[in-house]
Structure formats: C-alpha cells, structure tokens
C-alpha cells in the first residue's frame, strides 16, 4: 500500500474542498481508511473513517455533518469532501489504512500505512 493525499489548499472560511487519497501500491481491500490531520505545535488527530467495503463511516463531532468520507473501490481511490470550512480546520491532512483485528482506527499508531499530507488552509 503506497498512498498520497491530494486537494488541499488556501479557502475562505465557509467554502467546500475536496480531498482525494490514491494508492499505487496494491490493493485496499479490507483496509479501513482514515484521514487525520495535524494542526502547527498539535498532535495529529483522527478526522474520519471508512471501513471495507464502506458500509460504516466515523466523524470527530468536530466535523459530522461537513465532512464526508466515501471511497471507490474500483478506483482504489478516498475522498474526504469537506463543506463549511472553518479556520480551525487548517491542518496538513493525512490519509492512513489499516486492517488490524481490534484496532482503534481512530488512534493513528494502530494504522498500518501513511501517505504524505496535503496541506488545507482556512481564512476568515
């Protein structure tokens, strides 16, 4: 598994953006995938996951309701479309998969794999 993250950029706070997460490394079947993010002088937190092969999403309360997380299968692709975004929102985003038995997919050691972040940048 090779993944790279993708989309980021500079937005107005209020305004839509979406991430993308390819893997050019195999497959991710059976994988649960997850964006996380880490703001400057903050530890990384988890965003949102989605399990194989989709039918179970997770949110940080943070987000429910403006973010999405959805995945193609057949592309091997994972989105996170972000609405309404805030300034607290600014962070370097990471997309990660794992497939541990009784991981914590919401605890970024128990992912398996990384990819480089794409920076998201909100202003007021």
């Known amino acids: 598994v090779q993944l790279q993250a993708s989309g980021g950029g500079s937005v107005q706070s209020g305004d839509s953006l979406t991430l993308s997460c390819a893997n050019s490394?195999?497959?991710?079947?059976?994988?649960?995938v997850g964006w996380f993010r880490q703001a400057p002088g903050k530890e990384r937190e988890f965003v949102a996951t989605i399990s194989w092969p989709g039918t179970r999403t997770d949110y940080r309360t943070s987000v429910k309701g403006r973010f999405t997380i959805s995945r193609d299968n057949v592309k091997n692709m994972v989105y996170l479309h972000m609405n309404a975004l805030k300034p607290e929102d600014t962070a370097v985003y990471y997309c990660?998969?794992?497939?541990?038995?009784?991981?914590?997919?919401?605890?970024?050691?128990?992912?398996?794999?990384w990819g480089k972040g794409t920076l998201v940048t909100v202003s007021s």
């Open positions: 490394g195999g497959t991710l079947n059976y994988y649960t």
């Open positions: 990660a998969a794992g497939r541990r038995v009784m991981a914590d997919f919401r605890v970024p050691g128990d992912m398996d794999y």
